[in-house]
């Protein structure tokens, strides 16, 4: 299946024909080879698979023989979904693992090693940030973090000889200072470096970031393509197009004879996927952050309905920073959807079909004034997640960003007043009337609940069962 984000050009496509991305996101883990006529890519929650005899189990060891052999390496459930995701992304692979921060992990162990220097943009995921500072230190990689991520300049000359990934997120959280994908992409392939991005609040519905010069993209899957906040995991995606065999002195681990003295490297047996095939074969199948069947099956629920629910996710995210911006105790709205929002104009550029729903408002009376919405609200759920069918609402500076020095803290911008939202996909009204509530509250009034409470419908009544 061929796929064409355009879903307004399918009508003029002439021979075999360019599907839409709804039609694939439906349709494109489809496999014929179902037991029982089964219509739904069922849950194999087998740890292994049988080998009907002896040089079977020998041929699928060696690679020769492309059945399953043990769910930490692969299984049918989650390999459609990965085909699944692969397409959606516009990518040549992907392989699932068990969250978003195991994603990162693979994908970025799967190119660097002890020595190694990384240059990532400023904001970035609290989690990776940690894991970039304090584990992939210990590991004996450097990670610098650059000022001016749109100032391709700013990328220039902080590359040195060990510079070997670049790295950024397509919608950062919780500021949505969004960053010039296709500008970076060029730097990093100027200096021999793959650029590798985490795209988990945009989605590829919202934007194909290998279509703009990326090489690997991540997902936390827990959030927007799960979509209904049941089920961790996450997955790397590779383009296949970095031309690892021009940089083998670069990426010793890809040049060495893969396994054992003799045989071919990874360059030479998957050329433009060697380092996926590595981060694959070497890395995820070791440290071992398998994802259940049972969760990738739940994924690919999710994903059948991803267009339907990030369209209604950044329309409502829209609409809901727009009444933000009229309130006259919120003093900024940091939705890059927003005209008045600094990267607006790379909000045109790479997500036109909308925004996202994960961003941040402050209230210019700071933390008690937080403290007082965040009580107040009764439609949004006070949670640290995102992506979630349901609309959450969370204080970064005292949750997710408390770990950061206060003077850092400032710097990004994370005043005590901030309060980060993610837009579900309720009737946008009951969530403007949420949020007019909770503001109510604040100016000092006392508005009635929303919600009737007192078990008028809860109880199933025994009779007529
Ligand atoms: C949640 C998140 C992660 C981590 O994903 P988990 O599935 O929670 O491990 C990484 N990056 C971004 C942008 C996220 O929102």
């Not at 095939?277 to 049972?294: E, M």
């Amino acid at each position: 299946m061929t796929l064409n984000l355009d879903e307004t050009a399918t009508e003029t496509v002439a021979g075999p024909r360019t599907l839409g991305f709804t039609t694939v996101q439906v349709h494109g883990a489809d496999t014929t080879d179902l037991g029982y006529g089964a219509r739904i890519n069922p849950v194999y929650l087998s740890a292994g698979f049988v080998f009907e005899d002896f040089d079977q189990a020998r041929d699928r060891f060696a690679g020769d023989d492309p059945g399953y052999v043990y769910s930490r390496i692969n299984n049918p459930t989650n390999a459609a979904v990965e085909r699944l995701v692969a397409e959606l992304e516009g990518g040549a692979a992907a392989t699932l693992v068990g969250s978003g921060q195991a994603a990162v992990t693979v994908a970025v162990l799967g190119i660097v090693q002890a020595g190694d220097h990384v240059l990532s943009a400023p904001s970035i995921y609290e989690g990776t940030r940690a894991l970039f500072r304090h584990n992939l230190a210990r590991f004996g990689v450097e990670v610098e973090f650059v000022d001016e991520p749109n100032d391709p300049e700013d990328w220039r000359r902080r590359v040195r000889p060990n510079t070997r990934l670049f790295y950024g997120e397509v919608i950062p959280n919780p500021k949505n200072d969004l960053i010039d994908l296709a500008a970076i992409a060029q730097v990093a392939h100027e200096h021999g470096s793959p650029f590798v991005v985490d795209a988990t609040l945009a989605t590829p519905y919202l934007v194909r970031p290998v279509d703009h010069g990326v090489d690997v993209v991540v997902h936390s899957t827990s959030k927007f393509l799960a979509g209904h906040g049941n089920a961790i995991g996450g997955v790397v995606i590779d383009a296949g197009r970095f031309d690892w065999a021009a940089h083998t002195d670069r990426y010793p681990h890809l040049a060495a004879p893969a396994s054992g003295p003799g045989t071919p490297s990874f360059v030479e047996k998957f050329g433009g996927l060697a380092a996926f095939a590595y981060s694959r074969g070497a890395v995820a199948s070791r440290l071992g952050p398998s994802l259940s069947p049972f969760n990738a099956f739940l994924l690919q629920q999710g994903l059948e309905t991803l267009s339907l629910r990030v369209q209604r996710h950044s329309d409502n995210a829209l609409t809901v920073a727009r009444w933000l911006e009229q309130q006259p105790e919120v003093s900024s709205v940091d939705y890059a959807g927003l005209e008045s929002h600094p990267q607006h104009d790379l909000a045109v550029r790479y997500l036109p079909r909308g925004a996202g729903s994960v961003f941040a408002f402050t209230l210019a009376d700071g933390l008690d004034a937080a403290r007082t919405v965040i009580d107040a609200v009764e439609i949004f759920t006070r949670m640290t997640h995102v992506g979630d069918v349901r609309s959450l609402i969370l204080h970064p500076p005292t949750t997710t960003h408390s770990k950061l020095p206060a003077a850092e803290r400032e710097r990004a911008g994370i005043h005590p007043g901030l309060i980060r939202l993610s837009v579900g996909i309720e009737d946008v009204d009951d969530l403007l009337a949420d949020l007019d509530r909770a503001f109510r509250v604040l100016r000092g009034e006392r508005p009635p609940s929303l919600l009737a409470r007192g078990g008028t419908a809860a109880t199933t009544p025994a009779e007529g069962l």
